[in-house]
């Protein structure tokens, strides 16, 4: 019993060293404001789609910029944004890859596709930033350069309670491993076997020897 107890409370320290851990490292890669980045580069427009945006229920901001001149943002139905391109040339984010924080793009199409800006499609537009608030998920978003030529895109996700999270993580793995630690070292010295008897029930103290007495001493003389 005493061994089973003393990998019990090892296993302990090192769930509350991997938990404090991971709650460290979350809470620098968030940051105060509880804030992720995902960064990609694009040759052509770009579609992301509900599997990036509508993935959390926080606000979901998309920004654009390209050295060749403005960049323009539409949101909409995914359906809509997919007849809108068609077989055009363009870019679609596959997946965003945590804690890499990058987006997987993918290309399809082959010819050229029009200036998009003024379809009917759009739910709301932007050049350069837009914000899908999720209040009308699913949705898609359009980046397309109007001037052609590469862009960066950034998608950022912020939630409060994601930093909160993490230090609540850390603090719990700190107090496990920290009274973990504690009791192995005060019974480190202790091994199982003087703790126990063979049944796994604690050992009985060794009964006292009394202390001969001056009679009985003359008596063994005697003999």
Known sequence: MALARRI??????????????????????????????????????????????????????????????????????????????????????????????????????????????????????GEGSITVTQDQAPESVLVYPTEGGSFDVDVTVARNTWFLQALVALVVGLIVMAFAGGWLWQNWRTTPEDESGDDGTPAAPPTPQPEPTEAHERAEERR
């Open 8 to 125: 019990a409370v090892a296993l302990a320290a090192l769930l509350g060293l991997g938990l404090a851990v991971f709650g460290a490292w979350f809470a620098f890669i968030l940051g105060p404001k509880g804030t992720v980045a995902f960064h990609a580069t694009s040759n052509a427009p770009l579609v992301l789609g509900p599997n990036v945006l509508n993935r959390v229920t926080a606000p979901v901001t998309v920004t654009a910029s390209a050295a060749s001149g403005p960049v323009f943002l539409g949101a909409a139905v995914p359906q809509d944004t997919d007849e809108l391109v068609g077989q055009a040339k363009h870019n679609f984010v596959a997946s965003a890859d945590f804690p890499a924080r990058t987006l997987t793009i993918e290309q399809l199409g082959s010819s050229d596709l029009a200036d998009p800006s003024d379809a009917h499609v759009w739910r709301s537009t």
